[in-house]
């Protein structure tokens, strides 16, 4: 799975769960406010219940619009976002420069003096 991917996936689960959460809210509120409410004079049902399948509709298509609004609009920034710049190699510096010939004589030095005899005891 691509990096662009898996962040899109994890940001429109993230949102799904949260929108979930609010949905949930939101179906509980409006229960409660129906069951609080005022009998209608003349009503046969004095105090209407919230249909069952709005408790698990309402955070149920939250999550998906949100899981749904959360990729498109992923895939159409990353149409309109530029691509990342790749790096050109930079000329080193003198400094580099420098420490890198200096190292080059130290290693040729070294190659050239014979190795010494270690001391016999």
Request: charged fraction near 25%; aromatic fraction near 8%.
């Amino acid at each position: 799975m691509k990096p662009e991917q898996k962040r899109v996936l994890v940001h429109a689960t993230l949102t799904a769960l949260v929108l979930a959460a609010v949905g949930f809210m939101f179906a509980e509120f409006a229960g409660t406010w129906l069951n609080t409410q005022t009998p209608r004079p003349g009503s046969a049902d004095l105090n209407p219940a919230l249909p069952d399948g709005a408790r698990y509709r309402i955070p149920l298509m939250m999550a998906l619009w949100g899981f749904a609004f959360v990729v498109v609009g992923e895939f159409v920034a990353a149409r309109f976002r530029k691509p990342k710049a790749v790096e050109e190699e930079r000329p080193a510096p003198d400094a580099e420069k420098l420490l890198n010939e200096l190292l080059a004589k130290a290693e040729a030095e070294r190659a050239a003096k014979p190795p010494a005899e270690p001391p016999v005891s």
